[in-house]
């Protein structure tokens, strides 16, 4: 089985500050792991992933993630965020040998102008 | 150049009538997938097809019927709609990656209104 917890229904930031959108997952073996974002009334966009290698991985828009395999966390961090960045952010888990994606509940991101 | 495009954007129908949504990809990919997003936005799998193969089948009513006419086509053909099947769908498609999968890559979802 595999799963992914994200702590957090909301994450509140003024623009500028930095943004941390938290995500632990649950899977046997190596996992992929994914951060997606959904801005409303559209579909998901890829973000990043992590499959294997440097912790740190960049993604889209000026995101980046730290895979952490002793604490099970992949958290998204962008230094400085923007009004834009205001949306619907999703955690996903996907072990190495298999097709099934398994996603968490989803964290709605607020940047304050 | 869309990558992965879905029709209808909108679907509202009565209950019990069948209805069904189409799913393309032009990203040349092995593996399609739908999706199911309830009003909480929380996302589940329903079927996944690898080339034109049925690989993921979760539990979902048998009302749901998807269908891969080729490996760039996942339809989702749905019998009887009830009121809980109201929602957005998505359909998703990845390449192949050491023999299973890689990043999937999403449509701009049906949301489907069943009154």
Not at chain 2, 39 to 66: A, G
């Amino acid at each position: 089985a595999q799963s992914v917890a994200q702590p957090e229904d909301q994450v509140n930031v003024a623009e500028g500050n930095p943004l941390t959108v938290k995500c632990t997952y649950s899977v046997s073996g190596n996992p992929y792991l994914f951060w997606y974002v959904q801005y409303p009334n559209r579909g998901l966009q890829f973000l990043l992933k992590y499959i294997t290698g440097d912790n740190l991985v960049k993604g889209s828009y000026g995101f980046e993630a730290e895979f952490n395999k002793s604490q099970t966390s992949f958290h998204l961090k962008k230094p400085s965020a923007l009004v834009s960045d205001s949306a619907l952010y999703f955690c996903a888990v996907q072990r190495s040998n298999d097709y099934k994606l398994s996603f968490g509940a989803g964290t709605t991101v607020t940047v304050r102008a | 150049d869309t990558a992965v495009s879905q029709t209808p954007k909108y679907l509202v129908t009565q209950m019990g009538n069948d209805k069904s949504i189409k799913c393309e990809q032009n990203l040349g990919h092995d593996t399609m997938y739908w999706y199911k997003q309830d009003s909480k936005k929380f996302l589940k799998i329903m079927f996944s097809y690898n080339n034109k193969e049925l690989i993921i089948n979760e539990t979902v009513p048998n009302r749901f019927s998807p269908k891969s006419p080729d490996k760039a086509h996942l339809n989702l053909h749905i019998n009887s709609l009830e009121l809980g099947d109201s929602a957005v769908y998505f359909c998703a498609s990845s390449p192949p990656r050491g023999g299973f999968t890689d990043t999937q890559y999403f449509g701009p979802g049906t949301r489907l209104t069943v009154l």
